[in-house]
Antibody, heavy 120, light 106 residues
């Protein structure tokens, strides 16, 4: 059974940092592109970042470029999102998601999400 | 940047057909997919590559994509189908979601 479990969310002040983690199981983590997607309270889904299987290529939505870094650790079957210089508009539930082995990007499995609140 | 547009809401009577549209420039030249999200839950993939259903998704869910519009159709809508639905495509190494459509089963 495929499982993705996020952690690391919480309350942080504007300008602060937070590191999200996503531990996966039920599939060969190193063989799949992975992603972070967020959802602000009461709002729609917003893609945040993707990382290729070997971590060599990373892609970000413009609003987080230079502030967020996606990474992965195959030994720990874990995906990470380092978030720096956080803003109120980064407040959201952050989901990690698995991308199937196809040429286009979509998400076949999602975690339960972790809530990040940026507020003073 | 690429944009996808969905109607904010769609209402349907039980047993009837609900159609949710997703519009984008030359969307038919890309693959579209659809997610269902119920309150307090994570999104679930219901259609991928325009028309394909993942394992476990009921046959009443179907999709199409042509021209500038992708459509998710729910045939014989059930009360359990009441949810938010999001379309998604990718363009220029970027993932794009539509704004979401709330389906209400009256």
């Amino acid at each position: 059974e495929v499982q993705l479990v996020e952690s690391g969310g919480g309350l942080v002040q504007p300008g602060g940092s937070l590191r999200l983690s996503c531990v996966v199981s039920g599939f060969t983590f190193s063989s799949y592109c992975m992603s972070w997607v967020r959802q602000a309270p009461g709002k729609g889904l917003e893609w945040v970042a993707n990382i290729k299987q070997d971590g060599s290529e990373k892609y970000y939505v413009d609003s987080v470029k230079g502030r967020f870094t996606i990474s992965r650790d195959h030994a720990k079957s874990s995906l990470y999102l380092q978030m720096n210089s956080l803003r109120a508009e980064d407040t959201a539930v952050y989901y990690c998601a698995k991308i199937p082995p196809v040429s286009e990007w979509y998400f076949d499995y999602w975690g339960q999400g972790t809530l990040v609140t940026v507020s003073s | 940047s690429y944009e996808l547009t969905q109607p904010p809401s769609v209402s349907v009577s039980p047993g009837q057909t609900a159609s949710i549209t997703c519009s984008g420039d030359k969307l038919g030249d890309k693959y579209a997919c659809w997610y269902q999200q119920k309150p307090g839950q994570s999104p679930v993939l219901v259609i991928y590559e325009d028309t394909k259903r993942p394992s476990g998704i009921p046959e009443r869910f179907s999709g199409s994509n042509s021209g500038n519009t992708a459509t998710l159709t729910i045939s014989g809508t059930q009360a359990m189908d009441e949810a938010d639905y999001y379309c998604q495509a990718w363009d220029s190494s970027s993932v794009v979601f539509g704004g979401g459509t709330k389906v209400t089963v009256l």
